[in-house]
C-alpha cells in the first residue's frame, strides 16, 4: 500500500482532534456526530509509519515491526469491508486465538474463476469453518488453486512473523507477500483459516465500492 504524502498526512488527521472542524459544528444539528468520533479517538493511541517503498503487503507488516514488537497483532486491510451483526470479524479471530495462540487468517469461499485475485489455502478441517492450513498460494489460476477458500483482508499474526518476512524474497507480482509468509509459519507450525460470520465487500474495485455504500446507506442509515 502506498500513499500519497497528502493522503497519509489526513489519515493521521482523521485520527485526531480537529478544533476548527468541532469549532465550527458546534451549536449546529451536526454536533451529535462529534461524541462517537471523540469515542474513537478515546479508545486509543494512533502512531503510523510509511512504507516508502510499493514492495508487497509482507513488507508492508515488516514495516509496522517497529510499533508492534513483540505481540501477537491484527491486521485489517481497509479495502475489505466486512460488516456483521454481533462481534465484528477481528473480534471474532481474537477468540479464535485463545484457543489456537497461532496466526488466523479470514477467509471466505470465491468462484473458481476469481482465485487469481486472492491468497486461496488448503487444509484440514478442524471442525465447521475452521481449517489448519497446509497450503497457501498467492493469487493462483484456478488450476493451480488448491480450494476454492481465499483469504480475505483480516489476519491475527504471532510475531515470528517478521523474521520469516525478512527471510522472505520476493513472490507474486515481484512482493513480498504475507502469503509465502504465512506458508513458511504454517509448514513450521500451525496457521488457521477461519470462515467468518459476516459479509465482506470488496471495496478495492468501483462495484464492490458502490454496492458497499448502498448496503450501509439501506442498512444503517435509510431510518435514521
Ligand atoms: C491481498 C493479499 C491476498 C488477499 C487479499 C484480500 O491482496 O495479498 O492474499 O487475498 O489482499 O483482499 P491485494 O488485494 O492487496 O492484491
Redesign the pocket.
Known amino acids: 500500500m502506498r500513499w500519497s504524502p497528502v493522503a497519509a498526512s489526513a489519515i493521521a488527521d482523521h485520527f485526531d482532534i480537529s478544533y476548527e472542524l468541532e469549532h465550527q459544528i458546534s451549536g449546529t444539528g451536526k454536533e451529535a456526530a462529534l461524541a462517537s468520533i471523540r469515542n474513537v479517538l478515546d479508545k486509543g493511541i494512533f502512531t503510523m509509519v510509511r512504507q516508502r517503498e510499493m514492495k508487497g ?1 509482507g513488507h508492508a507488516i515488516l514495516t509496522g515491526e517497529a510499533l508492534i514488537g513483540h505481540e501477537p497483532f491484527g491486521v485489517l ?1 481497509s ?2 469491508l466486512c460488516l456483521n451483526e454481533g462481534p465484528g470479524v477481528l473480534a471474532q479471530m481474537a477468540e479464535l486465538y485463545k484457543q489456537f495462540r497461532c496466526s488466523i487468517v479470514a477467509i471466505q469461499e470465491v468462484p473458481a474463476d476469481e482465485t487469481h ?3 486461496v489455502i488448503g487444509g484440514k478441517s478442524l471442525k465447521e469453518g475452521i481449517y489448519s492450513v497446509e497450503e497457501m498460494v ?2 493462483p489460476q484456478p488450476q493451480d488453486a488448491p480450494s476454492n477458500l ?4 483480516r489476519y491475527i499474526l504471532t510475531p515470528d512473523i517478521f523474521d520469516i518476512l525478512r527471510n522472505t524474497g520476493p513472490g507474486a507480482n515481484g512482493e513480498i ?3 509465502d509468509a504465512l506458508q513458511t509459519q504454517a509448514r513450521n507450525g500451525c496457521v488457521i483459516a477461519y470462515k467468518f460470520k459476516g459479509r465482506r465487500f ?1 471495496c ?1 474495485s468501483v462495484p464492490g465500492f458502490v454496492e458497499a455504500t448502498n448496503f450501509v446507506y439501506e442498512n444503517y442509515y435509510q431510518n435514521s
Open positions: 503487503l486491510l479495502d475489505d485475485k486472492y491468497g498467492e493469487k481465499a483469504i480475505i483482508g507477500q504475507i502469503t470488496d478495492g
